[in-house]
């Protein structure tokens, strides 16, 4: 399994991005896709997972200004990141859980700065 991640870059504070992270091999249909975040000198964080079905799952800081959403056919996971913040900088990176594994993608740099 191989994930791709794309869509990072530098936005002013209250712009806007779009993530992508597009999986490839054996993707069961039975998964949860997601995405962490890591700013310099912090912990990772937890950003949003979403469910084969559907459900969504955010991190306070997030919720109400970050939608992810996949579309199965083509086993594409996605982020919009809206509104966003200085504290919003971070190497963003996607993951799938199935089958009792976790795979992850390379991350994608974004930089929210005037």
């Known amino acids: 399994v191989q994930l791709q991640a794309s869509g990072g870059g530098l936005v002013q504070p209250g712009g806007s991005l779009r993530l992508s992270c597009a999986a490839s091999?054996?993707?069961?249909?039975?998964?949860?896709m997601g995405w962490y975040r890591q700013a310099p000198g912090k912990q990772r964080e937890f950003v949003a997972f979403?469910?084969?079905?559907?459900?969504?799952t955010y991190a306070d800081s997030v919720k109400g200004r970050f939608t992810i959403s996949r579309d199965n056919a083509k086993n594409t996971l996605y982020l919009q990141l809206n509104s966003l913040k200085p504290e919003d900088t971070a190497v963003y990176s996607c993951?799938?859980?199935?089958?009792?594994?976790?795979?992850w993608g390379q991350g994608t740099q974004v930089t929210v700065s005037s």
């Open positions: 979403i469910t084969s079905d559907g459900t969504t």
């Open positions: 993951y799938v859980s199935m089958n009792a594994h976790v795979y």
């Open positions: 091999g054996s993707i069961f249909s039975l998964n949860i």
